[in-house]
């Protein structure tokens, strides 16, 4: 949430910084501004909107230079207008800050200042920082920062100017994630991977409780708790492609098209047909402790959340282990009681969820082991668990979740597999499992072929309905879930996901000839009572659209619209059922007129409570 940046260098640094604004895009689009140094003066652009809306207005009217910083806004303190837009300065305009995070005892904060004589001119928590830097700042910019960050009380994830010290950024982080690209003769620090890599494959990722002072050709950078510390230089393997949109009209789309490429390299090395199981190197040396666990805990928001359910069901059929699923969210503040048996899985594409992270410390200070399924390397999360299982899903730009969620899924299906091994699945069942695992990155491409043209009438047909209704029963009871999360977020259609059966238990009131009903109704253990559930539905002439096993005319008949999809085993059929939920939701998206990749209030990563 914010996306900041940071350029000191060689370059031509406006440009370096607007075009990293709008890679990083995804993180805020609510307002976007610049600061440069120049001619002896910060120069300082802002205005509410997107970055395209900053661009315009400071099209060839950047000064040049070499060393600046940029934003753009996820607002949490102040509406999002062009004065609170980053970036802030202090009273006599010295010191220039991007802040990502929260300050949470700014009005305290602001309240000393006020009485020191500083004057706000913005509703920010961020505002306070370059006024604190400002008051304590006496000849050594370090020093003040320092003494400014002890002040705060949140997190940050912040840029840094001077006038006083045209040679450096200062960059600082705690709670929000900071990575800093090293070019030839110039550095970038921006809030992930996604604004760097046009420049450079080499990065350093900035640690809770650092600070770096960022030169064209050097980088120092010291711990809170550690002192001076060596940079720790990693390199990238997201390339340039990845992150453009490659002629779809939205990122959205090229994810869901990249779904096929993406289980393949979820999979790529793990199955082992000989002994049919998966193998998952990364958590290796946990798999005793998964198999003998009292309980595996898995904690995570949203999407992610919806793949962890899966994951419960997968893990508890195929393996007997008791699973627990919790919002990340809710599990931090309920003072969850841990056994010494248990054990914990985090999952999260960017891997810097604050809610996530702060449920994973929470499990740890408990001393009980967390593992991560997670997207991005790096990322803190991916670091903060003890091992892990990438996903592979690569850069996911498109604010809606979609490649992400279904290799997530997939990683489930590996890690219940191989639970499932070591606890009760024979070798052949293994095998079977294998066997239908490859296939599905054929099926889906063989449905992104076939399905497009039919949902895309239904989404004609139902994009002005203000309600739906998502309904399914077993391991399809989450995919209901993720489908109507899908058509909420962007296209602010009301849509519920429900347990197919609980329909009666409430519901079902709201069933009426307005009502599309989406109704995961695969031919799985539990087809029989899912049909009995459409039955109810049209009894009261709802409208049903049916996601159906392949070869089912019944199902067709039965229903107003029916997608099919081919057969799978039970426990893999959300890999196949979620993408006419994915196209759905955009298409009616799309014919709305919204702006997919960039749904209203909305932001990739959040990185706030
Ligand atoms: C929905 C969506 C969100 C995320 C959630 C968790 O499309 O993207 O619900 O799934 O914010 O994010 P991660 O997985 O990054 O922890």
Same mark, same amino acid.
């Given at each position: ?16 910084? %607007? ?34 809306? $900053? ?56 309240? #000393? ?137 939205? #990122? ?78 809710? #599990? ?201 559930? %459409? ?40 890999? $196949? ?33």
């Amino acid at each position: 949430m914010c996306g900041i940046i940071g350029y000191i260098g060689k370059g031509e640094a406006a440009e370096v910084l %607007i075009n990293g604004l709008f890679r990083l895009e995804y993180r805020g689009y609510d307002s976007a501004g610049i600061a440069l140094i120049a001619d002896g003066d910060i120069f300082v652009r802002k205005v509410a909107g997107k970055v395209k809306e $900053l661009a315009q207005m400071t099209s060839g009217q950047l000064p040049h230079s070499h060393i600046g910083i940029a934003h753009t806004r996820w607002a949490t303190h102040g509406v999002p207008n062009d004065i609170n837009a980053h970036p802030h300065i202090d009273c006599r305009g010295r010191f220039a800050i991007v802040h990502n995070g929260i300050i949470e005892n700014c009005r305290t904060l602001k309240r #000393f200042l006020e009485e020191k004589g500083h004057k706000f001119i913005s509703d920010t928590d961020s505002e306070v920082i370059p006024h604190l830097i400002e008051e304590f700042y006496n000849g050594d910019l370090i020093a003040a920062v320092k003494k400014a960050l002890n002040q705060i009380e949140g997190t940050y994830g912040l840029a840094i100017i001077s006038l006083a010290n045209p040679d450096r950024i200062i960059a600082a982080r705690m709670g929000s994630p900071l990575v800093i690209g090293k070019g030839r003769e110039e550095y970038i620090v921006a809030s992930d991977l996604a604004a760097i890599i046009s420049y450079t494959d080499q990065v350093i990722y900035l640690k809770d409780g650092e600070i770096a002072e960022i030169r064209k050709d050097s980088i120092r950078i010291e711990s809170r708790e550690l002192g001076l510390v060596t940079p720790e230089i990693e390199k990238v393997t997201w390339t340039l492609k990845q992150i453009e949109r490659g002629g779809y009209d939205h #990122f959205m789309l090229k994810e869901i098209y990249e779904q096929p490429i993406i289980l393949r390299d979820t999979i790529r090395g793990r199955l082992n047909y000989e002994e049919g199981t998966a193998r998952l190197n990364g958590i290796a040396d946990y798999i005793d402790d998964l198999r003998d666990a009292d309980r595996i805990i898995i904690f995570a928001c949203g999407t992610s959340w919806h793949a962890g359910l899966i994951g419960e069901y997968m893990i508890e059929s195929l393996a007997g282990i008791p699973v627990e699923v919790e919002y990340a969210s809710e #599990f931090r503040y309920r003072k969850p009681v841990l056994s010494q048996g248990s054990i914990c899985i985090a999952v999260s594409q960017s891997g810097e969820t604050a809610d996530t992270l702060a449920a994973l410390r929470e499990a740890k200070r408990q001393g009980v082991p967390v593992l991560g399924i997670c997207n991005v390397v790096g990322s803190t999360i991916a670091r903060e668990t003890d091992a892990g299982v990438y996903i592979h899903a690569g850069p996911e730009i498109g604010v809606a979740s979609t490649k992400a969620f279904m290799a997530q899924v997939m990683a489930f299906a590996l890690l219940s597999l191989l639970l499932g091994r070591q606890k009760r699945l024979s070798l052949d069942e293994g095998r079977e499992i294998i066997e239908a695992i490859r296939k599905v990155p054929d099926q889906l491409s063989q449905l992104l072929k076939v399905l497009p043209d039919g949902i895309k009438a239904i989404a004609r047909k139902f994009k002005d309905h203000r309600n739906f209704l998502y309904l399914g029963r077993g391991y399809n009871f989450p995919v209901a879930l993720e489908g109507a999360l899908k058509l909420k977020e962007i296209s602010y259609i009301h849509a519920e996901g429900y347990p197919a059966a609980e329909m009666k238990h409430g519901p079902i009131a709201l069933i009426d000839k307005e009502m599309p009903v989406v109704v995961i109704a695969i031919k799985d253990a539990i087809y029989d009572k899912v049909i009995s559930n %459409i039955e109810e539905i049209r009894a009261r002439e709802g409208i049903v659209i049916a996601i159906g096993s392949e070869g089912d005319e019944q199902l067709k008949k039965n229903v107003d619209y029916a997608i099919m999809v081919p057969q799978t085993l039970d426990h893999l059929y959300p890999l $196949l059922t979620i993408l006419p939920l994915q196209l759905l939701a955009y298409y009616i998206a799309v014919f709305k007129g919204l702006d997919v990749d960039k749904p209203r209030n909305l932001a990739k990563s959040v990185t706030v409570e």
